[in-house]
């Protein structure tokens, strides 16, 4: 049995016996790991209390390398968040991220950066001055850039060259999500040829996009509102795109809109 302690958020939680819990943990160092936590719900159990999402812990747990499940020996809070449980609409975005994140992490696959970006996510989101929807959009985008997955947004994601609008107005794009964003004319068509679904996107949807995935955080809390038309039409570009490059369903969304 190895010994291993770590920070961690916890993703997933269900009831395992009487008085247990199994909790699906993002470490910061081993990646996704699965624990136990024995007499977690017993009131003189000192993890009880302490095992609850959207707190960074640190955990101390023991796991022989034969076994996909550790054993959880001792944790300790490092920050909470409870203003997220306080906040319907801060706790639903919270919720969504951690869905999201569960879906990107893997067992024996350390990915540090998706655990700073969770973390980060989450003290973004209980931050009474930040919009929640807004963090959340840009914590998807930044998690699909981390999967290598970041739609193309400014020039064609088939050739590099530029992608001019399609219409005459100039206010659309060509966009496929399974070529992995904006497409050129010459490149529409082509992929079109060889049946794969192209559609057309608002050009101020995709720019959008572009000015979330490269603020900084500091560069987002400045932005000025969202038009709430453009809010819904950004949510469900990202949405599809998520979901078809994630080959899942995400449960926790479509999300309540409210973009200040
Ligand atoms: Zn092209």
Redesign the pocket.
Known sequence: MARYTDRGLILRRFPYGESSLIIHVLTESFGRVHLVARGAFRAKSKLCGLLDIFDTLELTWSQSVQSTMGELQEGQLKTRRRDLTRDLTRYQTALAGLELASTAAREGLPDRSLFELLDAFLDYTSDSTRVPAIELLAFDLALLAGLGLAPVLDT?A????S?APVDEAGARAAFSAGAGGR??R??ATEARAQGVRVGTLGVEVLSAAAILSLRSAAERAALPPMPEDLFRRLRDFVDRFLEYHLETKLRSRPLPVATS
């Not at 088939?158 to 060259?161: A, D, I, R, T």
Request: a positive charge; aromatic letters at 0%; proline letters at 0%.
């Open positions: 064609c088939s050739c590099g060259n992608a497409l050129c010459k490149c």
